[in-house]
């Protein structure tokens, strides 16, 4: 469920719905600042990394769970997403990205997240940070099957792999 908006950001007022032509469709609206206000939400990027072989995929364990997902961030405010791509692999695992390619973005309700997916080649051996509980290189087969279900990051996996999104359905 997508978090609704119901005071305005710049001074407080409680949010009117209100039609905006040019939109077909109501938008909050604040009666003070006479300006609509669109949503607003965080934006993160999530990693497909393989080996520059593209034949094995770097998946990690965080958070105390005994599942593997993505690398994943958030994108800093003044930061583009290929940036962020960048920073957080190398944060994160310690690894320099040497290509990178834009899959497919997807809203992610429970955080109010837009998600940006990625695939990156890297060079260099893992060395991973605080942030990362383990880390564990997989063939293409054996990450399928490992990634956390259901996730995004497995729709992110499979989707990249297969050629077809599940939520493209």
Do not use: W
């Not at 600042?33 to 965080?42: E, I, L, S, T, W």
């Not at 940070?129 to 099957?145: H, L, V």
């Amino acid at each position: 469920m997508a978090v609704k908006m119901e005071y305005c950001m710049q001074c407080g007022t409680k949010l009117t719905p209100r039609f905006l032509e040019s939109e077909n469709r109501e938008i909050p609206y604040c009666p003070k600042c006479g300006d609509y206000r669109f949503p607003v939400f965080n934006t993160a990027v999530s990693m497909i990394v393989m080996n520059e072989e593209k034949d094995k995929i770097l998946l990690i364990r965080q958070y105390g769970r005994d599942s593997f997902i993505l690398v994943a961030g958030y994108v800093n405010q003044g930061e583009d997403a290929e940036n962020a791509v960048r920073r957080e692999v190398r944060e994160e695992m310690g690894l320099d990205v040497r290509t990178l390619h834009f899959n497919r973005s997807r809203y992610f309700a429970p955080s109010n997240t837009l998600m940006l997916n990625f695939t990156v080649t890297v060079s260099g051996t893992p060395h991973p940070n605080e942030e990362i509980d383990s880390y564990q290189i997989f063939t293409i087969d054996e990450a399928r099957k490992n990634i956390r279900r259901p996730s995004l990051a497995q729709q992110f996996l499979d989707g990249y792999l297969s050629g077809k999104y599940e939520f493209d359905e």
